[in-house]
């Protein structure tokens, strides 16, 4: 069984850009593309990925986006500049994503969690996402519990360690979490290995 708090949060601070942290707020398929984004690339290119992919495409219906020809949006994430370092797999990627929102949740993504009967199933759902692993999963579990309230059965367990994007709550949180991550990528550079 799924909780859900009756407050929700009109932006998540991600990205600094009001109206890119609102629909991240108000639109569950803009969370999770931006999510799938956030690889490889700053944290706040990636969650502003959505509002840019809608002005591009004209939409963030799943199932338009699903329909849409394969190089109509490898072409819409290729555009100037480019949504993201590697264009062609993200574009690949959330094409994916969509379908699975639309063809198994009604286009309905905030049915991944919602419907969830607890942290378990939550974490399977969120793993049938093309992009979405073991990390992420459990990034997008401390999220919903702590922006959204929305905390299946066992997601104490689930939550991720800090630091994650599932403590920012705010522009100073969120500058900790960009500090955080830099300095996590100098020590993975002087050591020769990524973060």
Request: hydrophobic fraction near 45%; proline fraction near 8%; charge should be negative.
């Amino acid at each position: 069984m799924t909780t859900m708090s009756p407050t929700l949060p009109v932006s998540l601070p991600y990205t600094g850009n009001a109206e890119a942290d609102a629909l991240l707020a108000s639109d569950p398929l803009a969370l999770l593309i931006g999510f799938i984004l956030d690889q490889q690339i700053t944290t706040i290119k990636a969650f502003g990925g959505p509002l840019e992919l809608r002005r591009r495409a004209g939409t963030l219906e799943p199932g338009a986006l699903a329909a849409m020809d394969p190089a109509d949006m490898d072409a819409i994430f290729r555009r100037p500049s480019a949504l993201h370092r590697f264009p062609g797999t993200m574009a690949v990627r959330v094409r994916g994503a969509c379908a699975i929102v639309a063809e198994q949740y009604g286009e309905d993504a905030s049915l991944i969690w919602t419907a969830a009967v607890d942290a378990s199933d939550l974490r399977r759902r969120l793993m049938a996402i093309p992009g979405i692993g073991t990390e992420k999963a459990a990034d997008i579990t401390g999220v919903l519990a702590n922006a959204f309230g929305i905390r299946p059965n066992g997601w104490e367990l689930a939550m991720p360690a800090e630091p994650s994007l599932a403590y920012v709550d705010s522009p100073e949180t969120m500058a900790r979490y960009l500090g955080y991550k830099r300095a996590a990528k100098a020590v993975a550079r002087e050591a020769g290995t990524t973060p």
